[in-house]
T-cell receptor, first 115, second 112 residues
Framework: NAGVTQTPKFQVLKTGQSMTLQCAQD?????MYWYRQDPGMGLRLIYY???????DKGEVPNGYNVSRLNKREFSLRLESAAPSQTSVYFC??????????????FGDGTRLSIL | QKEVEQDPGPLSVPEGAIVSLNCTYS??????FMWYRQYSRKGPELLMY????GNKEDGRFTAQVDKSSKYISLFIRDSQPSDSATYLC????????????FGRGTSLIVHP
């Protein structure tokens, strides 16, 4: 019973390099989310996908792109990494967008350092 | 000012103490209130969920919502060292964007 799986768990990049963070869920959820978590800032939404085939910007989308590859997978891409993107990235899923009484389920994060 | 305010702590208590964690919010449209627990180097996991005002109890944990004061609380009775974690409150409207708004989290340390 894996839930939400994120790969890789850790990564170090140099400024200007590109990288794709992978997320997969096995709970047959429709909605998926990408957050970043920084000290003192809490969780901030980068992008989300309410259902397969749709994506929308969140609070801090600049410098990122996403792809909802299929119902299970939602990837986050950094085209040209910057030191300000050093953070812990969490993927989450939810059964669907409109059921308010269903919580989000989170992966264990990708720790990304950009030098 | 963020929509959801939460003291980051750390809050340090002895084992067995009653812990009170709190969040205040400004958006009166929030209807669903959640508490997540996050252990170090792990993702947040849902601990408690409540709808509208009132109390909800689950073992040693009690969630309380006071919508008139825009204030929510999580109480932990007989706290244990294993309760040491960061606790995040989250809330969302009924309808609207359906995206929860998170507090910044409170770090709790329960020492033996």
């Amino acid at each position: 019973n894996a839930g939400v799986t994120q790969t890789p768990k850790f990564q170090v990049l140099k400024t200007g390099q590109s990288m794709t963070l992978q997320c997969a869920q096995d709970m047959n959820h429709n909605s998926m989310y990408w957050y970043r978590q920084d000290p003192g800032m809490g969780l901030r939404l980068i992008y989300y996908s309410a259902s397969e085939g749709t994506t929308d910007k969140g609070e801090v989308p600049n410098g990122y792109n996403v792809s909802r590859l299929n119902k299970r997978e939602f990837s986050l891409r950094l085209e040209s990494a910057a030191p300000s993107q050093t953070s812990v990235y969490f993927c989450a899923s939810k059964i669907d967008r409109v059921r308010d009484n269903q919580p989000q389920h989170f992966g264990d994060g990708t720790r990304l350092s950009i030098l | 000012q963020k929509e959801v305010e939460q003291d980051p702590g750390p809050l340090s208590v002895p084992e067995g103490a009653i812990v009170s964690l709190n969040c205040t919010y400004s958006n009166s449209a929030f209807q669903y209130f959640m508490w997540y627990r996050q252990y170090s180097r792990k993702g947040p996991e849902l601990l408690m969920y409540t709808y509208s005002s009132g109390n909800k109890e689950d073992g040693r944990f009690t969630a309380q919502v006071d919508k008139s004061s825009k204030y929510i609380s999580l109480f932990i009775r007989d706290s244990q060292p294993s309760d040491s974690a960061t606790y995040l409150c989250a809330m969302n409207e009924s309808g609207g964007s359906y995206i929860p708004t998170f507090g910044r989290g409170t770090s709790l340390i329960v020492h033996p």
